[in-house]
């Protein structure tokens, strides 16, 4: 499965991002559909996860009621969906997926399969 990650860039505090997660197989649901993040000398770090079949979707604390993760079958697409950002929120943003993983482990980054190449998000102050 191969992810194409987009819409990163650089934005002022306050404004908005949306990010596109693209692969073909997406359309079937087969998949859980995560976004991790990394900053310069810091670890991955979750972001937001969208289940396979379900709409509940998981947020991490510091992006909940900010950052929207959606998913658009007809176009075999999970978008993120950043407002009010932050200069830290400034990292590279990965999406992930796997068809296997449970509800409990889609916070753990090692335990998704296909990784999409990042994109960069700057949050200037």
């Known amino acids: 499965v191969q992810l194409q990650a987009s819409g990163g860039g650089l934005v002022q505090a ?12 997406f359309a ?10 990394q900053a310069p000398g810091k670890e991955r ?5 969208l289940p396979r079949t379900s709409s509940n979707t998981l947020a991490e604390d510091s992006v909940k009621g900010r ?15 950043m407002n009010s950002l932050r200069p ?9 997926a796997s068809s296997g993983i449970i509800f409990g482990n889609l916070r753990i ?17």
């Not at 306050?14 to 197989?25: I, M, V, Y």
């Not at 079937?28 to 993040?37: G, I, K, Q, S």
């Open 67 to 81: 950052f929207t993760i959606s998913r658009d079958n007809t176009d075999n697409t999970v978008y993120l969906q």
């Open 14 to 25: 306050g404004g908005s991002l949306k990010l596109s997660c693209t692969a073909p197989a």
């Open 88 to 96: 830290e929120d400034t990292a590279v943003y990965y999406c992930a």
């Open 28 to 37: 079937a649901r087969r998949y859980a559909v995560a976004w991790f993040r």
């Open 109 to 125: 980054w090692s335990r998704y399969d296909y990784w999409g190449l990042g994109t960069q998000v700057t949050v200037s102050s």
């Open 45 to 49: 770090e979750f972001v937001a996860a």
